[in-house]
C-alpha cells in the first residue's frame, strides 16, 4: 500500500493517479480517506490525553500515600469508560482507513507512459530469430512493430497458411478439449504426450538457468489465506478473479483461496520478517498449477488453451534493496529475453501505459509477447512488474541497512513461463505443411524427438 505521510502531503498527485490508473475514485475517495486519518488521529490524541489524566491522578496517589476523594475515584471510572469508548471509535475508524487504503494503487513510475488503453502502451524491444533486433524507427505505440513481423513460418521450408495451435494440437492428439468439456466444463484442457513432453522440457530448462542464476526453487502452498492476497494487492481489486473454498470443510474452519499464480505464496514466505541487506536480492521460483475465474474474458478467446481456468506457469519473484529494484526489474526482462530468444521465437516488449497496467501493484510494468505468424498477431506470454515498497508494506517485509536503518524491501516479479502459452508459441511458429511440428533444437534431447507427428 501508500504511505499515508506520502497520501497526506500529496493529496492532488495521488488523485491524478487514481484516475490514470483507471481505478474508481469512490473505492480509492482521497478526501474521505483524510478526513478518517484526520479524525482517527484526532480520537488517537484523546486518548492519549486521557490516559496521561489517569496515569497522573495514579501517580499523585502513589506519591502521597492518600486513599483518593470520591470525586476522583469518580473521574477515573469515568476516564476508563471514555478511554474504553474512544478505543472502540478508534477501531471502526482503523477498519474503515484500512479498507480505503487498500484501494489505492501504486505509484506510477515517471517512465511508464500516459495513456488508456493497449494501444497507448509503447514498444521498447522486438526481435526476429532471423534478423535479430529491429530498428527503434521500426517501434512504436501498441502492436505498430507487427507490419515488420514476419508473415510466414520462419521454421519451415514451405510456403503453406499456417493453422491455429487448436487444430494443430487436436489433429496430433496432443491438445483435447473436448473431453475436458465433458469432464470439466469450459475452459479446461488435457494436455497429452508430446505437449506434456515440450512442457516439461521448457520445465527444465528454465529451472536449469534460474538455478545457476541463484534463484531458490519453492514449492509453495497452492491454498493462501486472504492476508497472502491482500498483501500481494490481488485483493480487493482482483477477487472475482480467485476461487475461494467452501470454509466449512477446511481445517480450523480457515476461509482459503487457489492462488491465480504463485506470487502471492511466495511473498508471503517473508511476510513480518526482517532481512540483512547483505543476503539480498533473495531470488525465488515456483512452478505451480494456477486458477482463475477469467470473469470479464467470457466470451473472448474461447477456443483452444490461451484463456482457460486451470493453467501451469514457472513464476520468478525476488526481494531486493531500494537502490536495485530498477536494475533487479531488468534483469528479469533479461531472463524472458533468454529464453523466447534460445527459443527462436519472434517477439517484443512493451512498456505498459498507466491506464493498461492494470495490477494494483505496478510501479512499472513490461508484458512480454510472442509473434502468432499464422494469426498475424501478439500473444501474451507474460508480466514482467516492479511493484517497489507497496507489497513490501502490505506483508511488513523489512530489511536492515548495512548502517543499521530498517527499509522495506522492493519486490519484483515476472511470469517466466505461462506453459500453455508458450506451447501455443511453438505449434504455431515451428508447424510444418504437414501439420508436424518441428521441435526447438533447444528442447530435442528433453523431449527425445526432432518433430512432432501422428
Known amino acids: 500500500m501508500l504511505d499515508i505521510k506520502y497520501i497526506r502531503e500529496n493529496a492532488e498527485a495521488v488523485k491524478k493517479n487514481v484516475i490514470e490508473r483507471g481505478v474508481d475514485s469512490s473505492k480509492a475517495d482521497t478526501d474521505l480517506l483524510l478526513k478518517i486519518d484526520s479524525e482517527k488521529n484526532a480520537l488517537n490524541k484523546q486518548i492519549d490525553d486521557k490516559r496521561a489524566r489517569r496515569n497522573e491522578l495514579a501517580n499523585e496517589f502513589k506519591k502521597n500515600n492518600t486513599k483518593p476523594s470520591p470525586e476522583l475515584i469518580e473521574e477515573g471510572k469515568k476516564l476508563k469508560e471514555e478511554i474504553a469508548s474512544l478505543e472502540k471509535e478508534v477501531e471502526e475508524k482503523n477498519a474503515k482507513w484500512k479498507e480505503l487504503m487498500l484501494w489505492f494503487p501504486n505509484l506510477s513510475s515517471e517512465e511508464m507512459p500516459d495513456g488508456k488503453t493497449s494501444e497507448d502502451n509503447v514498444e521498447v524491444k522486438a526481435w526476429r530469430p532471423d534478423t535479430g533486433y529491429l530498428s527503434q524507427d521500426k517501434l512504436g505505440k501498441g502492436e505498430f512493430s507487427a507490419q515488420f513481423m514476419p508473415t510466414k513460418v520462419l521454421h519451415s521450408k514451405d510456403e503453406f497458411e499456417p493453422k491455429e495451435h487448436l487444430e494443430l494440437g ?45 534463484f531458490t526453487p519453492v514449492i509453495p502452498p497452492l491454498l493462501v489465506k486472504e492476508d497472502a492476497l491482500y498483501g500481494s494487492s490481488h485483493f480487493p481489486g482482483d477477487a472475482d478473479q480467485v476461487y475461494s473454498i467452501n470454509n466449512d470443510k477446511v481445517e480450523d474452519n480457515n476461509k482459503l483461496y487457489l492462488v491465480g499464480s504463485s506470487e502471492p505464496a511466495n511473498f508471503a514466505y517473508l511476510m513480518g520478517r526482517t532481512l540483512e541487506e547483505e543476503k539480498l536480492p533473495f531470488k525465488m521460483f515456483a512452478t505451480t498449477a494456477c486458477f482463475r475465474s477469467e470473469v470479464g474474458s467470457w466470451g473472448k478467446d474461447v477456443k483452444g488453451i490461451k484463456r482457460v ?137 528433453f523431449v527425445g524427438k526432432d518433430v512432432i507427428s501422428k
Open 170 to 214: 487436436t489433429n496430433l492428439g496432443i491438445i483435447d478439449v473436448e473431453q475436458s468439456a465433458k469432464v470439466s466444463g469450459s475452459r479446461f484442457c488435457y494436455l497429452l504426450g508430446d505437449a506434456v513432453r515440450l512442457q516439461l522440457a521448457l520445465q527444465f530448462m528454465m529451472s536449469n538457468k534460474l538455478m545457476g542464476e541463484g
Open 309 to 445: 481456468h486451470q493453467f501451469d506457469k514457472l513464476e520468478m519473484d525476488l526481494v531486493c534493496s531500494e537502490e536495485d529494484s530498477k536494475k533487479m526489474h531488468e534483469y528479469l526482462l533479461s531472463l524472458n529475453e533468454w529464453l523466447l530468444q534460445e527459443l527462436k521465437l519472434p517477439y517484443h516488449i512493451i512498456n505498459m501505459c498507466k491506464g493498461d497496467a492494470g495490477y494494483y501493484a505496478t510501479y512499472k510494468k513490461y508484458d512480454i509477447e510472442v509473434w502468432l505468424p499464422g494469426q498475424k498477431k501478439y500473444i501474451e506470454v507474460g508480466s514482467n512488474t516492479n511493484a517497489i515498497d507497496y507489497q513490501a508494506r502490505r506483508y511488513n517485509t523489512t530489511y536492515k541497512t548495512k548502517d543499521g536503518q530498517r527499509k522495506f524491501v522492493h519486490n519484483v516479479n515476472d511470469t517466466g513461463i505461462p506453459f500453455g502459452r508458450m506451447l501455443i508459441c511453438i505449434l504455431e511458429n515451428y508447424q510444418q505443411k504437414d501439420v508436424s511440428i518441428l521441435v526447438p533444437e533447444v528442447l530435442r534431447s
